[in-house]
């Protein structure tokens, strides 16, 4: 049985210190609860496979500042059994026009998430109306941008959730960020490489209205600076400059063996 989840929020994101987390959630605490999907350390990994087209259209309008932009994921969460064909996927639509983040979220088993993004089936077929629609967008934005895997991001993420009175709203910490554009395959172990420095911490509010002012403050108080981050982005961004090094690599070596050539003759 799939289930589609659809919401409208806003989001802020902010790039900490490491130092700067725990005397933030002392304070946080008095207004959030810890996320009940925590493991015993207090968080959970997250790890996303992001389509793109071969010309990297969902890349370059983030770079180019466009306002009105669309990410196509499918997203698991290992555990501590990893991740097979049977996980549970997420495959989500994220889509943003200014502040605004809208999400159109299917869920199903990871084999037929990955062969409904491929346009191999469709996996949502026979659902309800709501199911079948984001399918159909789905398959749509892949057949007409010939998306295709394009990395894997992974992080670790501590998450709190807001009170009767904020029920929609989150604060999300994430550490260990890493990525990869090769061996995209959810299911197998590969190395992925840092995209931030050990110490650097992503912090994001997520609302459904307006931030509570307890926030603003609480923001203010420990210093936290709006930054413009996205994950995938530095995901690709590093993908794309080991790609560059090793051209230039190949060229110094070619350079090198015409001038022995030469040396030679």
């Known amino acids: ?24 959630v002392r304070d946080l605490l008095h207004f959030m ?12 990994r997250v790890t996303s496979l992001y389509y793109d087209s071969p010309d990297l259209h969902f890349y370059r309008a983030k770079l180019d500042g466009l306002r009105y932009r669309r990410k196509l994921r499918i997203r698991v ?3 501590v059994r990893g991740v097979d064909e049977t996980t549970p996927a997420f495959v989500e639509i994220k889509q943003r ?5 809208q999400k159109r979220r299917v869920v199903l088993p990871l084999r037929a998430a990955l062969e409904h993004c491929a346009g191999v089936r469709d ?24 998306l295709r895997p394009t990395c894997i991001v992974t992080y670790r993420r501590r998450a709190f959730v807001g009170s009767r009175y904020e029920r929609g709203m989150r604060l999300t910490f994430d550490t260990r960020v890493a990525g990869r554009t090769t061996a995209l395959d959810l299911a197998a172990p590969a190395r992925c490489r840092p995209l931030l420095p050990e110490t650097a911490v992503v912090m994001e509010i997520k609302v459904d209205d307006r931030v509570p002012d307890w926030a603003t403050s609480l923001v203010a108080r420990h210093e936290c600076q709006l930054q413009r981050v996205s994950k995938y982005c530095l995901s690709v961004a590093a993908g794309l400059r080991r790609i560059e090094a ?13 001038e022995e050539r030469w040396t030679i003759f």
């Not at 589609?4 to 933030?24: A, C, G, I, M, S």
């Not at 609860?33 to 959970?44: C, K, L, N, S, V």
């Not at 026009?97 to 983040?101: F, L």
């Not at 090793?246 to 015409?258: D, I, L, N, P, Q």
């Open 77 to 79: 969460y290992p555990g």
């Open 1 to 24: 049985m799939t289930t589609v989840r659809r919401f409208n929020r806003y989001e802020l994101k902010y790039v900490l210190h490491v130092r700067q987390v725990e005397p933030l």
């Open 123 to 146: 996996a949502v077929a026979g659902g309800d109306a709501a199911d079948v629609a984001a399918g159909s967008e789905i398959q749509y934005m892949v057949r007409a941008l010939r």
């Open 97 to 101: 026009m200014n502040q605004t983040v």
């Open 33 to 44: 609860a810890p996320d009940e999907h925590a493991d015993a350390d207090g968080g959970y």
């Open 246 to 258: 090793a051209r230039r690599g190949e060229r110094a070596v070619a350079r090198r063996g015409s």
